[in-house]
């Protein structure tokens, strides 16, 4: 089994990006059984979008799961939907701030993960990392990395793909009192569960995890 994961440079003022951190170290940590390629994709709309692509068509994986930082979010995001628009509320790292853009203007409306969200977020949960199942991946890059990933999965039929968004770490939210924060180690354990979930699990579990408004 061949693995894509890919994460984030810094971005927004940010020093550091804990998902770049959380997935280079992963990669580090996995053992022989996984083939593993880690990557850090620029933050920025095109740059992001082409790299993922490269990757992809170079690598050909069965898996490919790409983390994102949500700071403000205080769980472990399984992201189950990408939409087909961009807004940004500031630029990206290449000074693009697109409004209200499509990502590709003949695309379906959204895609959804391939990933088993509801059976990743239970095994999470019981490992004692909060977690949840997000309805929006927002409309930054890392809603466009998500489109694409899924837009690119239409002629891959075998390929499994989906988003995860990760809290800043502790050292990012000291900054602004009042913000979550999670452990590297944590985030790290997180992917480790969401990879063996991904490659274990056929087709997701009927658990509710939806919310109302
Ligand atoms: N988070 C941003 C882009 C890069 C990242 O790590 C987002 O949520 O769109």
Redesign the pocket.
């Known amino acids: 089994m061949k693995i894509l994961i890919t ?2 440079d810094a ?1 927004g003022g940010e020093a550091v ?1 804990p ?1 770049w951190l959380s997935v280079s170290r992963i990669c580090q940590e996995a053992g022989d059984e996984l083939t593993l390629i880690g990557a850090c994709l620029p ?1 920025e709309f095109s740059g992001s979008l082409t790299m993922l692509q490269q990757l992809v068509e170079s690598h050909r994986p069965d898996l490919v799961i790409a983390v ?3 700071g403000g979010r205080s769980s472990i995001s399984l992201e189950r939907v990408a939409i087909n628009i961009d807004d940004a509320r500031i630029p990206d790292n290449a000074g693009w701030q697109p409004i209200d853009e499509p990502i590709h203007p003949a695309g379906e409306a959204a895609y959804f993960s391939s990933l088993p969200i509801k059976a990743i977020v239970q095994a999470l949960r019981t490992a004692g990392i909060p977690a949840e199942v997000s309805n929006t ?2 409309t ?5 990395v998500f489109y694409g990933l899924m837009h690119l999965c239409r002629h891959l039929p075998g390929m499994r793909a989906g988003f995860v ?1 990760i809290p800043y770490l502790p050292e990012q939210a000291a900054k602004q009192p009042g913000a979550p924060s999670m452990a590297l180690d944590d985030m790290v354990r997180a992917l480790a569960i969401i990879l063996r979930i991904s490659l274990d699990s056929g087709t997701d579990l009927r658990l509710n995890a939806g919310t109302e408004c």
Do not use: R
Request: charged fraction near 0%; proline fraction near 0%.
């Open positions: 994460g984030f971005f990006n998902s933050t994102g930082q949500a991946a927002g930054y890059v890392c809603n466009h968004h």
